[in-house]
């Protein structure tokens, strides 16, 4: 659905009109500095980070230090200007707007020396009405302001009370008073982010010319009439009539497939004039519904609307419909005080599985269609079926939504709200009602989008008092808080869509947040709504630390992107654990030393003596420590869905934090900066499938759970091994009864007392050997070989160093010998070694455990300690077949 990027020119058979033009104002710009001593062409759409650098003057800004010597860049004053001439007759057009799909961020536009306007919000579309200024050639001039001065005077000018937090942890080596300034809150540094406050034109610019009258939009909602069990379409569409008379005619609803056209008879009033239309669409023709990746197709039907208006205009859109319900539940869970969390979709209750996406570049005109295409079908191919689209970065372009909708990816979609508080004072909510209002209107037909979320941990920031503020002042923030999320941002919600929920604040109680005065006295509460959750001090092999919460929306751990990713953005004086550069790109106190206490709670940490190999090896390690952190993390999640253990429980989502990373930085993502894999994204693959057996143990017994996402009961047996770290062959192996997994649900499947497992198979002891099971029928493996570690992997007895080589499906790399690292192994076909020894099988049966990067053969200190993915039954055992559940 390309609505608003479908440019206008409908010429429509013979006596018809011309209903607008366009004329593209993009391509070459002239940007020059405040003082006039820097002038350069640039992009549009772009910034002047870009243009700089596409002019030579600067170097990759990612490059080891160079955010903080591009500082002045966006302490600067810039100017975009363009002259250029109207390839049309302009004085016959009646009307004549300036369009600006995006402006980064504070600016004055002057359209032929007249100013016609200031932009003070990245998130909103601006038109400017140009009509009587316009001439056949033109200039056009965007001054901007710093963003960065800008924020520092509008918190200067806010003298009533502060409104923190004034600036970012100095680790962060960011700028201040973000919160003052629409714009993307991340662009003056985060946890795993750089400072860079972009200025520029990041979207299209155009001239739009019409008489009569112009369609500004339209929108479309999908609702399901219970009652009479049909479908009908609720279509909205904008005109601006431009002159004095009102427009009549008629418009046409079709969607083929359907078999369903509608007309309908229209009178437009001079102005601003909304249509609204109802489209049913007849019980009796089945209506395919467009379900999340892993529980159905993504149908969509193509449907045109044609207006024939006065005087021969004809106006036709077309766009893409797709059909679903969502409804999030909450209510009395029998056993546990509070409510449930979750959503149904279609009217099943569905778990959510995913992650978080943040801005996949600091500079948006970087951001390709391959770069979204490429990181989204990532999130699929790790059996995710949701994003959170965080509400520290954007809203995310068009594509983002369309590939979201096409693929099957439930989206949480927060309003651009993170990590503070906000003024209140009427040109700041001007500002925001104006970018919530058109963001609803341009998102709302997207199916993929299944909430809209006021703010993230905004809520937790004021009642948990991350700021410090007196008791007695908090009723202030309170009532500002109230004032933004509620009488505003749901306000127009309400008003704008009614076809999903709105929650203020992820993490939230949702109904308990309401019913508290919109602030609840702990919002992180494991009986209702979602939580964050984390925690580096605690051994994350334990689940007991985790919170058995109705819906985890953010929890992980952070490690470090591969060498060869950190090697183009440094050099070789920076590759060392405690070098400048590696303290430099931590944005996370103290994370560094997190990482390997964590990783050292049950790993041998590196220690060469050739230093590139210990940071080779650490990295590596933290990528491993990465993903064993969250595999054990989601695994309680997704095991927790039908418990309720010491009144808690039910939990029915897991999204971890991060799916994505802005830079080549440490961070929280399972997929680095350009979309290459980390360990933990091999791992998601792993531990997000439809069907998983999950083990843990409780107090010295053995237990597996079975975890279903699946629609229907499927009849299976539990395989359980036992083996040596030390041989190939299993010392023991016990296949269950025939077992009923029922669909949606996780159940107990098994268990044993850990000394009894060991007793029955020969000399085990806990450092010597590991477990390993998996579901499957009829020789059919139906989930993933999933294992249990009975000690850490440094107490680990008998491992052996493996012999590995691999092929990457890179096609530059095509059918190289894997030796020290695949730069990009995405997807490694396959890989071959001289298996000696059951650490060595690992990479040979479970080709998603390959590490991001393998550290070379010689010397691998740690090699031997590498976890165990999987120690999956070979093809022979299992009769040759190697199927997946669906
Ligand atoms: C939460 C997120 C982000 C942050 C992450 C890791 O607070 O919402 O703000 O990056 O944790 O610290």
């Known amino acids: 659905m390309r609505l608003h990027l479908l440019l206008l020119l409908a010429l429509c058979g013979t006596g018809t009109t011309a209903a607008a033009l366009s004329y593209s104002l993009r391509g070459n710009w002239s940007i020059c500095n405040g003082n006039g001593s820097l002038e350069l062409p640039g992009a549009v759409p772009g910034c002047v980070h870009s243009a700089l650098f596409q002019q030579g003057l600067i170097q990759d800004s990612y490059y080891r230090f160079n955010d903080l010597n591009y500082r002045w860049i966006s302490l600067d004053n810039w100017t975009y200007s363009k002259e250029f001439k109207i390839p049309f007759e302009i004085s016959k057009w009646q009307k004549v707007n300036l369009i600006l799909e995006g402006v980064d961020t504070i600016s004055k536009i002057l359209f032929n020396e007249v100013t016609i306007g200031e932009t003070d919000n990245m998130f909103n579309r601006y038109s400017f009405d140009i009509t009587n200024v316009v001439r056949d050639v033109n200039s056009i001039e965007l001054r901007f302001q710093s963003a960065v001065l800008y924020a520092a005077q509008q918190s200067k000018a806010h003298t009533r009370y502060p409104v923190p937090p004034d600036c970012p942890p100095l680790v962060q080596k960011g700028e201040c008073h973000v919160n003052f300034v629409r714009k993307e809150q991340c662009s003056f540094s985060w946890d795993w982010g750089p400072s860079f406050p972009t200025q520029g034109i990041w979207k299209d610019v155009r001239i739009e010319a019409y008489n009569i009258c112009h369609l500004n939009d339209f929108t479309f909602s999908p609702i399901y009439d219970k009652s009479a069990q049909a479908w009908n379409l609720e279509i909205e569409a904008t005109f601006d009539v431009v002159g004095s008379k009102p427009v009549g005619g008629q418009v046409i609803v079709a969607i083929p497939k359907l078999q369903t056209q509608q007309m309908y008879n229209l009178e437009l009033q001079p102005g601003k004039r909304i249509v609204e239309l109802f489209l049913n669409i007849s019980k009796n023709i089945t209506v395919e519904t467009w379900w999340p990746h892993g529980h159905g197709n993504q149908t969509g039907y193509n449907m045109t609307i044609l207006f024939e208006l006065d005087g021969g205009l004809n106006i036709e859109k077309s766009a893409k419909v797709y059909f679903r319900t969502v409804e999030l539940i909450e209510e009395p869970i029998k056993g546990s005080p509070g409510l449930s969390f979750y959503f149904k979709i279609n009217g099943f209750p569905i778990f959510l599985k995913g992650s978080n996406w943040i801005p996949a570049d600091s500079f948006q005109d970087r951001v390709t269609s391959e770069l979204l295409r490429l990181l989204l079908q990532s999130v699929v191919d790790a059996n995710m079926n949701t994003l959170r689209v965080w509400g520290g970065g954007i809203y995310e372009q068009d594509e983002f939504y369309e590939l979201c909708d096409e693929l099957g990816i439930m989206v949480w979609q927060d309003f651009m709200f993170a990590c503070a508080l906000y003024p209140t004072d009427q040109g700041f909510l001007d500002s925001v009602r104006a970018e919530v209002a058109y963001q609803i209107k341009r998102l709302k037909s997207h199916p993929s989008i299944i909430i ?294 996780a159940v107990h499947l098994y268990e044993e007392p850990v000394s009894e497992l060991l007793r029955r198979c020969g000399n085990c002891t806990r450092e010597s050997c590991v477990v390993s099971f998996y579901l499957s029928a009829d020789h059919e493996l139906l989930s993933p070989t999933n294992y249990h570690f009975l000690s850490s992997l440094k107490e680990a007895v008998g491992l052996c160093k493996a012999q590995i080589t691999g092929t990457s499906l890179n096609p530059r790399l095509c059918s190289q010998t894997y030796r020290e690292e695949i730069s990009n192994p995405k997807k490694i076909t396959s890989v071959s070694m001289a298996p000696a020894s059951l650490s060595a099988l690992v990479f040979q049966q479970q080709k998603l455990m390959l590490p991001s990067q393998l550290p070379g053969q010689a010397n691998m200190s740690h090699m031997d300690l590498v976890p165990v993915a999987a120690l999956g039954p070979s093809l022979e055992q299992l009769g040759g077949h190697h199927l997946s559940a669906r």
């Open 452 to 745: 809209w979320s006021g703010n993230n941990e905004n809520e937790e920031a004021l009642m948990m008092n991350w700021y410090h503020i007196s008791i007695t002042d908090r009723p202030i923030y309170i009532r500002d808080y109230v004032t933004l999320y509620v009488k505003n941002i749901r306000e127009l919600v309400l008003a704008g869509d009614k076809s999903r929920p709105f929650i203020t604040s992820s993490p939230t109680n949702g109904a308990e947040t309401v019913a508290e005065g919109w602030v609840s006295q702990n919002p992180n509460s494991n009986y209702f709504g979602d939580v964050h959750f984390y925690d580096y001090i605690s051994d994350c092999w334990n689940w007991k630390v985790f919170p058995r919460a109705r819906f985890a929306s953010e929890y992980g751990y952070q490690s470090w992107p591969s060498f060869s990713t950190l090697e183009k953005v440094s050099s070789t004086e920076d590759w060392s654990f405690s070098s400048k550069f590696s303290l430099h790109r931590q944005h996370h106190e103290g994370g560094n030393k997190q990482m390997l206490y964590q990783a050292g709670l049950h790993f041998k940490l590196p220690k060469s003596t050739d230093p590139l190999r210990t940071f080779k090896d650490t990295i590596y390690l933290t990528q491993v420590m990465q993903a064993q952190c969250v595999k054990t993390e989601t695994e309680f999640y997704r095991r927790s869905r039908s418990e309720i253990v010491d009144q808690q429980g039910h939990t029915m989502g897991a999204l971890y934090w991060q799916l994505n990373d802005i830079w080549q930085a440490p961070s929280w993502a399972s997929l680095e900066y350009g979309g290459k894999w980390k360990m933990l994204h091999y791992f998601a693959q792993n531990f997000f499938a439809p069907l998983l057996p999950v083990g843990f143990e409780n107090e010295n017994t053995f237990y597996i759970y079975g975890v279903s996402d699946l629609h229907s009961d499927y009849s299976m047996t539990l395989t359980v091994r036992v083996h040596t770290w030390s041989s190939l062959e299993p010392v023991c192996s016990c296949v269950t009864e025939h077992l009923v997994m029922k669909g949606g649900e």
